[in-house]
């Protein structure tokens, strides 16, 4: 059974951040590749970063590149998201998921098999 849950998200101000994490329970991060989507009201969802299986291979969106940095450690199964530079566009519900192995430059449209609920973050003017 493979449970995945997301916290810290919140409100902050424009140029804030914030860190988001993700724990996973009932896989193995070190076989796995674990990706952070956004979806915002009215929008489609949409792929942010992913990382790989060694943590060694990342990818960003455009929109949030250079703002935001993917982590992850194996060894607690936690996956991190660094949000610098908020901006009001990042308001979102920010969900993470996991897929066996590897990501790839498509890899937001490729299959993730376990999702979290979701943490909102909420960018303010």
């Known amino acids: 059974q493979v449970q995945v849950a997301e916290s810290g998200g919140g409100a902050v101000q424009t140029g804030g951040s914030l860190r988001l994490s993700c724990h996973a329970s009932?896989?193995?991060?070190?076989?796995?590749?674990l990706g952070w989507f956004r979806q915002a009201p009215g929008k489609e969802r949409e792929g942010v970063s992913c990382?790989?299986?060694?943590?060694?291979?990342?990818y960003y969106s455009d929109s949030v590149k250079g703002r935001f940095t993917v982590s992850k450690n194996n060894a607690n199964n936690t996956l991190y998201l660094q949000m610098n530079s908020l901006k009001p566009d990042d308001t979102a519900i920010y969900y993470c998921?996991?897929?066996?192995?590897?990501?790839?430059?498509?890899?937001?449209?490729?299959?993730?098999?376990?999702w979290g609920q979701g943490t909102q973050v909420t960018v303010s003017s």
């Open positions: 009932g896989l193995r991060f070190d076989e796995t590749a």
């Open positions: 998921a996991a897929r066996p192995w590897g990501c790839s430059d498509s890899w937001a449209n490729i299959k993730f098999h376990h």
């Open positions: 990382i790989n299986w060694s943590g060694r291979d990342t």
